[in-house]
Each structure stands twice: as structure tokens, then as C-alpha cells.
């Protein structure tokens, strides 16, 4: 394990990384190569002179580039996101539903049913009788508006 503790040792890990990284982009093997230059130059001042204190700070400092990496490119080279309708009652606008029980006459609720279940519907104040397809309007509190299908 006393290669370990040899700065050529870490200066060619440095410099394999380095060229792997035209293999294999993405960035993680040019970390790599950084955090071994860097405990490189560690080993040369022989400030790391174990085995075991050398590979920790590689595998410390490795993990901290990759991490700052990751929150500097996501700040600046963000991915595409969608966002998508957040407004139920946009989505739901003149979809044809089955009317379960009568609505009206007047302000009279009656029962739809949509997106397999069932709702509590209100009408224009015409009658919708049950079995009839009816097209949602909008969207009222936890009732839905409707109108006779045409």
C-alpha cells in the first residue's frame, strides 16, 4: 500500500481520469482527477502521510466536487420542466357525463356521474333527466355544472 502514499502515483490517477473524461462525459471522472491532484499536492507537502488519511481526503474531496458540481450546473444549466395545468376546472370544461338522477327543475341538484364516480350536479333550471348525457360547464365548489347535451 506505499503507492499509495506516492505523489506520482496520484498525478497519473489525475491524469487517466482526466482522459477517461473524453469517453466518458458527464463531468464525475474530471472530479475525480481534481481530488486526485489535489491529495497529490498533499502527498508532495506530506501533509498526507498515511494510507488511510491519503484515500479519506480523495474520497472527501471527491464527494464535495461532485456535490458542488451538481448544485453549480443545476443553478445555471437547468433541466426542462413542464408545468402542467393546475386548474381542474379547465380541464374538465365540456366533458359529456352520465346523469344519474334527475336534475332541476329550478335550483333542484341532481347526481352525474365522472371520472368513475359520482358527483352532485346543478342545472341551468331546465330539466336533465336521468340516463340523458349531459356536458360539464363548470366547476362550482364540490358541485359540478351542467347542461343538457345538445
Known amino acids: 500500500m506505499e503507492y499509495i502514499l506516492f505523489f506520482e502515483t496520484w498525478i497519473i490517477l489525475a491524469i487517466l481520469f ?7 462525459p458527464g463531468g464525475i471522472l474530471l472530479n ?41 450546473t ?16 379547465l380541464d374538465i370544461y365540456g366533458k359529456n357525463v352520465r346523469v344519474i ?3 332541476g327543475p329550478g335550483t333542484q341538484a341532481g347526481r352525474v356521474e365522472f371520472q368513475g364516480t359520482t358527483w352532485t350536479a346543478l342545472g341551468d333550471g331546465t330539466i336533465i333527466d336521468a340516463g340523458s348525457q349531459a356536458s360539464i360547464v363548470c366547476k362550482e365548489n364540490i358541485s359540478l355544472v351542467v347542461e343538457p347535451t345538445k
Open 18 to 24: 482526466a482522459c477517461l473524461e473524453i469517453f466518458v
Open 32 to 72: 475525480l482527477g481534481i481530488a486526485s491532484l489535489l491529495v497529490a499536492i498533499g502527498v508532495h507537502q506530506e501533509i498526507l502521510d498515511t494510507w488511510v488519511l491519503t484515500l479519506t481526503t480523495w474520497f472527501i474531496i471527491a464527494t464535495l466536487l461532485l456535490i458542488a458540481v451538481y448544485f453549480i
Open 74 to 89: 443545476e443553478r445555471f444549466f437547468p433541466g426542462e420542466t413542464t408545468v402542467e395545468n393546475i386548474y381542474e376546472e
Open 101 to 103: 338522477e334527475q336534475i
